[in-house]
C-alpha cells in the first residue's frame, strides 16, 4: 500500500490497484497539459483572431465585426468577475478554457462561436442552444446523495436506441456544440453510447458523466476511438471513505480513480465532478481536493453547488454565504493566480450565474431518462417532450425566458 500527504491534510492511502497496473503521475501528465506564459498568450490570441474571422464571414462588415468582438470580450470579462485567466488546458491537439465549450481548433469549436455571435445579433431569430445534457438510462448501482434523478432510477427504461438518436438529432438542429450523457450510470448503455457516437452529425463533442463504475481500459480504448471528447467523473471527497460513503458504494473512489487513469491514458479530457456540500467545504478539504486532481492529471474540476431536489428534496443543503465565498476564492486562486498554474481548471456554475445569468434554458437544456426537456437537472419542470413536440419551436420559447434563481440580465456565456 501507498500513503501521501497533501498540504494541510492528514495521509491517507492510496489503492493497490495503482502498484498492479504501473499507474504513474508521471505518465498521466504525457496526456494533459496546462498551457501558460508566452504560449498561452499566443493561443490567446489565435483564438481570438479566429472569432474576429468568424464575426467577419457572418457580419460581411469588418467594423460591426469588430464591435462585437469587443462585446464577446466583456460578457467574459463579466462572467470572469474581471478576472484574468492565465492558463488553458491541452488534451490531444486541442486547446480548452472550460470543459462545458469545445476545444480549439475543431468544428464544434467554430459552431460554438457562431452561436454567440448571432446571440448578439438583434436580427437572428434562430432558436440557439449549446450543450444538450441528456440522461439516457435509469439505471445505476449507486445510491449517492445528492441524486437529482433519484425518483427515477432503476425503474424500465423508455428511451430505446432509436429514441436516443432521434432527440440528439433534433437538438443538434438548434445548434448544439456540445453532448454531455448522463443517467443514471450512461455507461450501462455503453453499445448505445458507441452507436450516437458513430451516427450523430459532426461538430458536436460529446461528453459522458460516469461515477466511473466499469470504466474500463478497453471501454476508454473504445470510446475514444469513435470520437467521445473527456469523461466527467464525479469525485465528492479527496478521502476514499468519505467518498464511498456519500455514493453509498463501498469501492465507489477506487472505480472513480481506475476511469481518471484510463481516460487519461487513452487521451480523453477528464474533468473531476464534485458536490461540495456543507460538510465538505473548508480550505483545507478544498486544496486537498485540488492537489489529488493534479496528481490525477485531470483537465477540469467542476464545481456543483448541492440542490433540494432529488435525494436532497426536503433537506437543508443550500450553502451559506461563508461557503460561497470560499468556493469562489477557491477558483480564483486556482484559475486566475500564478500560484494556481499547475493545476486543472475550475468549471463553478454558480459562480458565473451570479455575475450574469443562469444559462439554463438559454444556453443549455437537460432532457431526462423520459424524454421530457427541463431548463436545467435542478429546476425539475418539464417544459416539453423531446419525443412527442416541436423541439426547434419550444427552445424558441426557452430562449426567452429566464432562469427563477439567477435574474441578473442574461447574456451569453462565451467563454466561461
Known amino acids: 500500500m501507498q500513503s501521501a500527504t497533501l498540504p494541510g491534510t492528514a495521509s491517507f492511502t492510496q489503492v493497490t490497484w495503482k502498484e498492479e497496473n504501473n499507474f504513474s503521475e508521471t505518465n498521466l501528465d504525457a496526456s494533459a497539459r496546462m498551457v501558460v506564459g508566452l504560449q498561452f498568450t499566443f493561443i490567446k490570441l489565435v483564438i481570438w ?8 464571414r457572418y457580419f460581411r462588415n469588418p467594423v460591426k465585426a469588430f464591435k462585437i468582438l469587443k462585446g464577446l470580450k466583456a460578457i467574459r470579462a463579466g462572467m470572469r468577475g474581471q478576472q484574468k485567466p492565465l492558463k488553458y488546458v491541452k488534451v490531444s491537439s486541442r486547446y480548452y478554457f472550460t470543459y462545458a465549450a469545445p476545444g480549439f481548433p475543431s468544428k464544434a469549436f467554430n459552431k460554438y462561436v457562431l452561436n454567440n455571435i448571432k446571440r448578439l445579433d438583434a436580427d437572428n431569430q434562430e432558436p440557439l442552444l449549446d450543450t444538450l445534457v441528456f440522461a439516457i438510462t435509469k439505471k445505476c448501482g449507486y445510491q449517492c446523495a445528492h441524486c437529482f434523478e433519484w425518483n427515477a432510477l432503476n425503474k424500465p427504461e423508455k428511451l430505446s436506441r432509436a429514441d436516443l438518436l432521434s432527440i440528439v438529432a433534433s437538438f443538434q438542429e438548434t445548434g448544439i456544440t456540445q453532448l454531455q450523457l448522463s443517467g443514471g450510470e450512461p455507461l450501462n448503455r455503453m453499445d448505445d453510447i458507441l452507436y450516437l457516437l458513430q451516427h450523430i452529425k459532426k461538430g458536436t463533442d460529446v461528453w459522458v458523466y460516469s461515477s466511473g463504475y466499469h470504466f474500463t481500459k478497453e471501454r476508454a480504448a473504445a470510446l475514444k476511438k469513435e470520437g467521445l471528447t473527456g469523461m466527467v467523473i464525479s469525485l465528492d471527497h479527496w478521502q476514499p471513505a468519505l467518498h464511498n460513503t456519500f455514493r453509498g458504494k463501498s469501492n465507489a473512489f477506487e472505480w472513480a480513480e481506475r476511469a481518471v487513469h484510463n481516460a487519461v491514458q487513452n487521451g480523453l479530457a477528464v474533468c473531476l465532478s464534485l458536490c461540495a456540500t456543507r460538510e465538505f467545504i473548508t480550505k483545507e478539504n478544498l486544496a486537498a481536493y485540488m492537489e489529488l486532481a493534479r496528481a490525477w492529471g485531470v483537465s477540469f474540476v467542476q464545481v456543483l453547488e448541492p440542490k433540494a431536489v432529488g435525494h436532497f428534496a426536503g433537506m437543508d443543503v443550500v450553502l451559506q454565504e461563508d461557503q460561497l465565498q470560499l468556493l469562489e476564492d477557491c477558483l480564483v486562486t486556482y484559475n486566475y493566480k ?23 434554458g438559454w444556453h443549455y437544456v437537460y ?36 432562469c427563477s434563481v439567477f435574474q441578473n440580465s442574461i447574456q451569453t456565456s462565451w467563454m466561461q
Open 49 to 56: 483572431l479566429q472569432v474576429y474571422v468568424l464575426a467577419c
Open 367 to 402: 432532457v431526462d431518462t423520459d424524454g421530457d426537456v427541463h431548463s436545467c437537472p435542478f429546476c425539475q419542470h418539464k417544459k416539453f417532450s423531446a419525443l412527442d413536440d416541436n423541439v426547434k419551436e419550444n427552445v424558441r420559447k426557452m430562449n426567452a425566458g429566464q
Open 338 to 360: 500564478t500560484t494556481g498554474q499547475d493545476y486543472p481548471i475550475i468549471v463553478y456554475h454558480g459562480f458565473y450565474s451570479r455575475q450574469l445569468a443562469c444559462g439554463g
